[in-house]
């Protein structure tokens, strides 16, 4: 069972970066897709993007296509989310997932416990 633990989150300003990681424990790292959802306070959870078990392929939700970055390092049991030009709407908390399924799962089995992104105007 793998252990998802993020950090990189905090305040930001509009306009401004921040760089989520997420580091896992407790599995093969390479065995799963990983990913990364959102929650805004009121709203539903919302996926953010996928990256396949090599890196190679990414996906991201069209709301951070372009602003976001998904990528992994598998000799760092790792992934990361590069958030550049934030804006005020991408206020969350953003969690971390993990499951050892095919591409694009329609669920992910494993989740971290969260970490908070606060963006000000």
């Known amino acids: 069972q793998v252990q998802l633990v993020e950090s990189g989150g905090g305040p930001a300003q509009a306009g401004g970066s921040l760089r989520l990681s997420c580091a896992a424990s407790?599995?093969?790292?390479?065995?799963?897709?990983m990913g990364w959802f959102r929650q805004a306070p009121g709203k539903e959870r919302e996926f953010v993007a996928a990256?396949?078990?090599?890196?190679?392929?990414?996906y991201h939700a069209d709301s951070v296509k372009g602003r976001f970055t998904i990528s992994r390092d598998n000799a760092k049991n790792t992934v990361y989310l590069q958030m550049n030009s934030l804006k005020p709407e991408d206020t969350a908390d953003y969690y971390c997932?993990?499951?050892?399924?095919?591409?694009?799962?329609?669920?992910?089995?494993?989740w971290g416990q969260g970490t908070q992104v606060t963006v000000s105007s």
């Open positions: 997932v993990a499951d050892p399924g095919a591409w694009r799962p329609l669920q992910y089995h494993y």
């Open positions: 407790g599995g093969t790292f390479m065995r799963y897709v």
């Open positions: 990256i396949d078990r090599a890196g190679i392929n990414t």
